[in-house]
């Protein structure tokens, strides 16, 4: 503030006058703006290409925004071995529960590519086994094929699908030593490579009652739900926009139809994305037969999946 001249009143009262200097407040320019955004869009390239990537899954909002929690957790942590603070490790093993056709393998997938841009994994890769790939048919196999398997992971991640599968053989199964197997390696070697487990909800619940020590080893327990309609159609579309084809209005209707009756029937063996991809290269089949007996069409004739094309 600036003071005006001094006034004595009669009564010998001063007055001061103040005003006001005008505001200095600093405002960047539009070039500062752009150059700072783009400073922090080139900070987070890695967040931005993942996100990009998610955006065309459909559904799955639980494990995208874990992915964004565990890019920013990564990030803090950087800072903070710059400013000379701790910065433990965390251990990454996941569960994935949900029916088939709900995207698990497809994310574990892109876990992995994001893990190797973020230098948490090295390689990044995906071994993906089942029961008959871990269980051995004598005793001290199962562990020797666990311990290669787990091996082959290093740097990357172990994908187990159907998990609950390795209890199913009751006390004397081999399916118990593949898992006292993991277990001892999930410890051991809790930051070399990421194991996740999937399988159905239930199935999964009942496996992890069979170690104490499972339970407490999953940090990152990942629900995939059932995809509803909406969902599928748009799996549907994207499905078809890959492959240059696209459905008669009659024929999504039809499809449309379908897939409710359809999930209201076969609520608990459902195969959600699995099975519209199914029935999209079905019909792409029933297409090229009818065409090739039609012998005339043109580029929307080749296009454009018909409603008797769809055998549902």
């Given at each position: 503030m600036e003071h005006q001249p001094l006034t004595v009143k009669k009564?010998?009262?001063?007055?001061?006058?103040l005003q006001k200097k005008a505001s200095s407040v600093y405002a960047p320019t539009e070039l500062e703006?752009?150059?700072?955004?783009?400073?922090?869009?080139?900070k987070h390239a890695i967040l931005r290409e993942i996100e990009d990537e998610m955006e065309q899954m459909v559904g799955m909002t639980s494990i995208k925004k874990i992915l964004k929690e565990i890019y920013a957790w990564i990030s803090i942590n950087k800072i903070r071995e710059e400013k000379g603070l701790k910065?433990?490790?965390?251990?990454?093993?996941?569960?994935?529960?949900?029916?088939p056709g709900t995207g698990k393998t497809t994310m574990a997938r892109l876990i992995g590519k994001l893990f190797v841009k973020m230098n948490v994994l090295t390689a990044g890769h995906l071994i993906e086994v089942e029961r008959g790939d871990l269980v051995g048919e004598y005793i001290g196999h199962t562990a020797l094929k666990t311990r290669e398997l787990i091996k082959k992971a290093h740097g990357g991640i172990l994908f187990i699908d159907e998990a609950y599968s390795l209890g199913r053989g009751g006390e004397k199964d081999f399916g118990r030593e593949a898992i006292d197997?993991?277990?001892?390696?999930?410890?051991?070697?809790?930051?070399?490579?990421?194991?996740?487990?999937?399988?159905?909800?239930?199935?999964?619940?009942?496996?992890?009652?069979m170690n104490p020590g499972l339970t407490s080893r999953f940090p990152i327990v990942v629900d995939f739900p059932d995809y509803n309609v909406t969902e599928l159609m748009g799996i549907t579309a994207k499905i078809l926009a890959?492959?240059?084809y696209f459905l008669s209005q009659e024929a999504e209707k039809r499809l449309e139809e379908h897939l409710h009756t359809k999930i209201e029937q076969t609520r608990l063996n459902f195969s959600n994305g699995r099975y519209v991809r199914n029935v999209i290269e079905k019909s792409i089949r029933l297409q090229a037969l009818r065409l090739l007996k039609q012998d005339q069409y043109d580029r929307q004739d080749l296009m454009m999946l018909r409603t008797c094309d769809l055998q549902l």
């Open positions: 009564s010998g009262q001063i007055n001061i006058v703006w752009v150059t700072a955004e783009k400073e922090m869009s080139d910065a433990d490790k965390q251990v990454l093993h996941m569960m994935f529960k949900g029916s197997t993991l277990v001892k390696h999930m410890e051991d070697k809790q930051h070399e490579f990421v194991l996740i487990l999937a399988g159905y909800s239930l199935e999964m619940g009942n496996f992890l009652k890959e492959r240059q």
